[in-house]
């Protein structure tokens, strides 16, 4: 009789650990060899060692921007956590590095991070030193100024050359007002973070700031009273997720992990979460470039 009781504990204990375990793999899916990868290949080694850093802005309301919690926060973040879930690495072995726009490259070249999402955007030049996955967002540039400034209409105003328009050293939309203002050096100002930009249009050191109208949207959905969008994007930016260039294994795996997302809800879950609140429009998704 004894026997039997012992019998039956030992059942039920051998149970609950299977049970225990099934659920752990159901719930998480991470951890290493909860995915199998080719030997050698990037998303093998960072399976195996559980943890991955990541390129991303800490200025950008929406997109990365630095919480409360000392992490960053948005539509950028979001993307990269679902193609960290996809590796089966936990969320809180990200270790997030704030990438201005100026070192995107050079993070990506010198292995600082495995991969950027910085609202960065795909171009030819940028191709030349790093390779891209995505686009996975198509936004378009725009000029945030002052909420009773009615002297700039949109980029057309600039030629004048009396009014200061601030931006991002290495950004796309640096290079993109230059045709629009009639002498670079006095009227275009460059900082490091659209943060500095934004302060110094609220303090009248510049008369608007430029770049892409989600980011110019999380501005005024901080400070509506000060803010407002001069007319209408004048570019289209497709962003991108910046990683090695010779690591096309890498690359289709992103790609492939970010048409899933597009198909299966997590992508606009990831919008709607953050951008999205800020009144900015999502779209069809786009098409990943197999270049």
């Known amino acids: 009789m004894r026997f039997k009781r012992v019998a039956a504990v030992a059942a039920v204990a051998t149970l609950a650990l299977g049970l225990a375990a099934c659920g752990g793999d159901s719930d ?92 960065y955007t795909i171009n030819d ?36 050359g009396t009014k200061k328009v601030c931006s991002v050293t290495g950004s796309t939309p640096a290079e993109n007002i230059k045709k629009y203002v009639k002498d670079v050096g006095t009227q275009l100002v460059l900082f490091d973070t659209y943060d500095k930009c934004r302060d110094a249009l609220k303090g009248g050191q510049v008369d608007a700031v430029t770049t892409d109208n989600v980011i110019l949207l999380g501005y005024i959905a901080k400070d509506e009273a000060s ?31 970010l048409e899933k997302a597009f198909t299966d809800g997590s992508w606009k879950k990831a919008w709607d979460d953050t951008a999205g609140k800020f009144g900015a429009e999502l779209g069809s998704a786009p098409s990943v470039n197999r270049y």
């Open 28 to 119: 998480e899916g991470t951890g290493a060899g909860s995915k199998s990868f080719a030997a050698g290949s990037t998303m093998e080694k960072l399976n195996k060692a559980q943890k991955i850093k990541i390129g991303t802005k800490f200025d950008q309301p929406g997109f990365g921007l630095k919480g409360l919690s000392g992490k960053p926060e948005g539509f950028d973040v979001e993307i990269a956590k679902i193609i960290v879930k996809e590796l089966g690495i936990p969320e809180d072995k990200i270790e997030w590095v704030e990438t201005p726009s100026k070192v995107r490259e050079d993070v990506i070249v010198n292995g600082t991070v495995d991969l950027v999402a910085a609202t």
């Open 125 to 160: 030049k940028r191709k030349e030193r790093i390779a891209f996955a995505g686009p996975y967002y198509e936004a378009g540039q725009n000029i945030l100024v002052k909420k009773d400034d009615t002297t700039i209409t949109g980029p057309d105003s600039f030629k004048d």
């Open 227 to 257: 803010f407002k969008l001069a007319g209408d994007n004048f570019t289209k930016e497709p962003y991108g997720i910046g990683v090695k260039k010779e690591d096309t294994d890498f690359r289709n795996f992103v790609n492939d992990t």
